[in-house]
């Protein structure tokens, strides 16, 4: 099985920064697309941002000039840089994989714990 395990959620203030850590571990064989959604109270989940194997990258127009999104394909990490936080983007943000434990295994989707994010003065 895969598994994925988020870290770096907190409470800060408007205006800081945080980084968020995903790192997929267990039995990989590939893994593509990486991705970070986010649900805040009463919300559908939303996608955040996500970045394939090659490194092209897609945002949400809510979190563009704001946040980054990068990874490390030797570590099976991928990482949210989020820069001038907002109270409206504290949710609950979740790791997402599209990945392989095995050659004969299709592509799955798999999902970390999550991670809260808070933003408040």
């Known amino acids: 099985q895969l598994q994925l395990v988020e870290s770096g959620g907190d409470l800060v203030q408007p205006g800081e920064s945080l980084r968020l850590s995903c790192a997929a571990s267990g039995s990989i064989f590939s893994i593509g697309a990486m991705g970070w959604y986010r649900q805040a109270p009463e919300n559908k989940r939303e996608l955040v941002a996500i970045i394939i194997t090659g490194g092209s990258t897609n945002y949400a127009d809510s979190v563009k000039g704001r946040f980054t999104i990068s990874r490390d394909n030797a570590k099976n990490t991928v990482y949210l840089q989020m820069n001038s936080l907002k109270p409206e983007d504290t949710a609950v943000y979740y790791c997402?994989?599209?990945?392989?434990?095995?050659?004969?295994?299709?592509?799955?989707?798999?999902w970390g714990q999550g991670t809260q994010v808070t933003v408040s003065s």
């Open positions: 997402n994989v599209l990945g392989r434990i095995s050659s004969v295994q299709s592509v799955r989707s798999y």
